[in-house]
């Protein structure tokens, strides 16, 4: 039979390549490039055994073993898949269309500068004291989690109250505060840490924290060094460093929020 080769097999071959050079780049990433070649390697011994040689015996133990090991490279790698439909999730397009969706759920919890400002004000007064800080603002992702780390408050959101929050000798000064809905929700809450290895040297680990969050949720965090007292913010696994006053504000803007 003659061996016929259509558009549909170019595809078919195009997506194929795609995807093993996604789960290169991300194995890469993730450090596990030799997880990568094993799986690799193993996956064409048991194409060879069971496909092209059609040994029986040999063929059925390596087929159960590939359902466990399915199972086990789930495990092994759930950071790294959540993180896969999370980006997808977060696409542009995607998003956009989300946004039509939800369009009327979220203008009735518009954010307007009253909310803004106590947020920029008392980070402008840490930055100027030196006293660190790290606010989430969630977005539409849920951070319940995050939250029962913490101590719950659920105050409305006011300068006074942020800054003695992360004055030094206040008990709930260590972690995160949590914002949602227009409302301090938590003190106190612990984030994840990213292990990403871009992070600029100088940046400990409340900025760590603040790319951690960034990067598994859509939230923003805005930090204040206490080393420097520069004002950053963490948004969608990146980071704005030394911003302004103004740069604050812009990025706190409806549009982000
Ligand atoms: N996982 C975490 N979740 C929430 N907060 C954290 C976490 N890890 C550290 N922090 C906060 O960061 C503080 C330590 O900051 P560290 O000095 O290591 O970071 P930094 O990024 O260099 O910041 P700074 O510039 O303020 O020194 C801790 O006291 C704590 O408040």
Redesign the pocket.
């Known amino acids: 039979m003659p061996l016929e080769f259509g558009l549909k097999d170019f595809i078919d071959i195009f997506l194929v390549a795609l995807m093993l050079f996604y789960c290169y780049k991300v194995m890469k990433e993730s450090r596990s490039l030799n997880v990568f070649f094993g799986v690799l390697i193993f996956v064409v011994f048991w194409l060879f055994v069971s496909q092209i040689l059609e040994m029986k015996l040999l063929g059925s133990i390596l087929d159960k073993l590939v359902s466990v090991g399915t199972l086990a490279l789930i495990i092994l790698f759930q950071e790294e898949i959540r993180n896969f439909f999370f980006t997808i999730g977060t696409h542009r397009q995607v998003e956009s269309l989300l946004k039509l969706i939800r369009r009327n759920k979220k203008d009735n919890k518009k954010t307007n500068k009253d909310d803004i400002m106590p947020i920029v004000m008392a980070c402008m007064s840490m930055s100027k004291q030196k006293v660190?800080a790290?606010i989430v603002i969630e977005r539409n992702l849920p951070l319940n989690d995050i939250i029962r780390s913490g101590e719950l408050i659920d105050a409305n959101i006011n300068q006074r109250l942020i800054e003695n929050i992360f004055f030094k000798n206040s008990p709930l000064?260590?972690?995160?505060m949590i914002i949602s809905k227009k409302r301090i929700k938590a003190a106190g809450?612990?984030?994840?840490?990213s292990h990403s290895m871009d992070i600029p040297k100088e940046?400990?680990?409340?900025?760590?924290?603040a790319k951690?969050i960034s990067q598994e949720t859509d939230a923003l965090a805005v930090?204040v060094?206490?080393?420097?007292g520069n004002i950053s913010v963490a948004y969608k696994d990146t980071f704005h460093l030394r911003l302004s006053a103004e740069e604050l504000e812009r990025f706190l803007t409806e549009d982000r929020l």
Do not use: F, K, Q
Request: net charge negative; glycine share 16%; with cysteine.
């Open positions: 660190g790290l000064h260590d972690g995160a809450c612990i984030l994840p840490v940046l400990g680990l409340r900025h760590r924290a951690g930090i060094s206490e080393e420097t």
